[in-house]
């Protein structure tokens, strides 16, 4: 019981140093000058949070969804702003479209060994998905995400390099640690000393302050709970090869996807679902890899057991209803995009 509880929970501390960098980051405008950079270089606010969500997101570290809400809310305005709750899904938006096309990825690394694919031969079966996906963000980014939701807070008008060097260059060098394999709370850990001895904050009150607590818990709940659920993994893996559906009618394709789309939706896990997409090719033939593929992972998007959700609505105060709406028409666009290409 106690494993199932304390299991993976090192993640929060990697969370929390997270929180006091960009804690000391907005107070002290230690990016400020990067922002004097973009603002000049691109007019748009909302086109610098693209590019920034942009390069959050394909960031091939554990957990990106926790540094990228770091460098949005930099960007962000103030907690119980109007427009703040806009970051929340461009957060999640941003570091979840990795799963369709990174070949660093276990979503595509797996598929490609299991079914004996290249990784070009992947993408052509995976590009509608990728498609609607990148429409989807892009357009809530320039639709939803108005330009006074976006703060570019004032420093100085003028650039200086000297201040890139000591604010941005060490976030990078944590992000470049957590690339390499360093382990990520050591990085980010590192990095949040550093901002402390940069801006002499050693007032434990004020560091503390910095810290969202109820991101902290919630994120503790969910990954009890998920190692609790992924203790059952073999369980349900077991059930769907045994399980047998007729799926040469209409009503055996839906309850094998609706079965499908539970268990990935209750697992939460981005190798579990690539996994059970895998085995059910296995089981009723490798032409509705796609479909599987679709239906898994918008199982695994709307779980309870998914962690990044729960960042989004506490760490920007993102409502619920706005995750579930977004989600879902991003689930029923992927799996639109792979029924066309599965049966048309």
Same mark, same amino acid.
């Given at each position: 019981?106690?494993?199932?509880?304390?299991?993976?929970?090192?993640?929060?501390?990697?969370?929390?140093?997270?929180?006091?960098?960009?804690?000391?980051?907005?107070?002290?405008?230690?990016?400020?000058?990067?922002?004097?950079?973009?603002?000049?270089?691109?007019?748009?606010?909302?086109?610098?949070?693209?590019?920034?969500?942009?390069?959050?997101?394909?960031?091939?570290?554990?957990?990106?969804?926790?540094?990228?809400?770091?460098?949005?809310?930099?960007?962000?305005?103030?907690?119980?702003?109007?427009?703040?709750?806009?970051?929340?899904?461009?957060?999640?938006?941003?570091?979840?479209?990795?799963?369709?096309?990174?070949?660093?990825?276990?979503?595509?690394?797996?598929?490609?060994?299991?079914?004996?694919?290249?990784?070009?031969?992947?993408?052509?079966?995976?590009?509608?998905?990728?498609?609607?996906?990148?429409?989807?963000?892009?357009?809530?980014?320039?639709?939803?995400?108005?330009?006074?939701?976006?703060?570019?807070?004032?420093?100085?008008?003028?650039?200086?390099?000297?201040?890139?060097?000591?604010?941005?260059?060490?976030?990078?060098?944590?992000?470049?640690?957590?690339?390499?394999?360093?382990?990520?709370?050591?990085?980010?850990?590192?990095?949040?000393?550093?901002?402390?001895?940069?801006?002499?904050?050693?007032?434990?009150?004020?560091?503390?302050?910095?810290?969202?607590?109820?991101?902290?818990?919630?994120?503790?709940?969910?990954?009890?709970?998920?190692?609790?659920?992924?203790?059952?993994?073999?369980?349900?893996?077991?059930?769907?090869?045994?399980?047998?559906?007729?799926?040469?009618?209409?009503?055996?394709?839906?309850?094998?996807?609706?079965?499908?789309?539970?268990?990935?939706?209750?697992?939460?896990?981005?190798? /579990?679902?690539? *996994?059970?997409?895998?085995? !059910?090719?296995? $089981?009723?033939?490798?032409?509705?890899?796609? #479909? +599987?593929?679709? %239906?898994?992972?918008?199982?695994?998007?709307?779980?309870?057991?998914?962690?990044?959700?729960?960042?989004?609505?506490?760490?920007?105060?993102?409502?619920? /209803?706005?995750? *579930?709406?977004?989600?879902? !028409?991003?689930? $029923?666009?992927?799996?639109?995009?792979?029924? #066309? +290409?599965?049966? %048309?």
């Amino acid at each position: 019981m106690i494993d199932y509880i304390i299991a993976n929970q090192i993640y929060l501390l990697y969370i929390a140093f997270i929180m006091l960098s960009v804690g000391m980051i907005k107070e002290h405008n230690l990016f400020a000058d990067v922002y004097v950079y973009l603002t000049k270089a691109f007019k748009s606010k909302r086109l610098i949070v693209a590019l920034m969500s942009a390069f959050s997101g394909i960031l091939p570290i554990p957990g990106r969804v926790t540094t990228s809400a770091g460098l949005l809310d930099t960007m962000a305005p103030d907690k119980g702003s109007k427009g703040r709750e806009k970051y929340g899904i461009v957060d999640y938006l941003s570091t979840h479209h990795y799963y369709l096309w990174s070949p660093l990825e276990k979503t595509v690394i797996v598929p490609m060994g299991a079914l004996g694919l290249t990784y070009g031969a992947l993408m052509g079966m995976l590009a509608p998905m990728l498609v609607v996906s990148l429409a989807l963000i892009v357009g809530y980014i320039f639709l939803m995400v108005k330009e006074e939701d976006v703060v570019i807070r004032e420093f100085d008008s003028e650039l200086k390099i000297s201040r890139i060097t000591r604010g941005l260059v060490p976030f990078l060098a944590a992000i470049g640690g957590v690339i390499y394999g360093a382990k990520p709370e050591w990085c980010f850990g590192a990095l949040t000393l550093y901002y402390m001895l940069l801006t002499m904050t050693w007032d434990y009150k004020k560091l503390l302050s910095y810290i969202n607590w109820n991101v902290i818990v919630s994120v503790f709940i969910i990954i009890a709970l998920s190692n609790f659920a992924r203790g059952y993994t073999d369980e349900i893996k077991g059930a769907l090869e045994t399980t047998i559906f007729d799926t040469q009618s209409i009503v055996g394709w839906i309850s094998l996807s609706l079965v499908s789309f539970g268990a990935s939706f209750i697992l939460g896990s981005s190798g /579990r679902f690539v *996994a059970l997409a895998v085995l !059910l090719s296995a $089981v009723y033939g490798a032409e509705y890899f796609v #479909w +599987f593929f679709a %239906v898994e992972f918008a199982g695994y998007l709307m779980s309870p057991m998914h962690k990044c959700a729960a960042i989004g609505m506490t760490y920007f105060g993102t409502p619920f /209803r706005r995750y *579930a709406s977004v989600l879902g !028409l991003w689930g $029923v666009s992927v799996m639109t995009a792979a029924g #066309w +290409f599965t049966f %048309v």
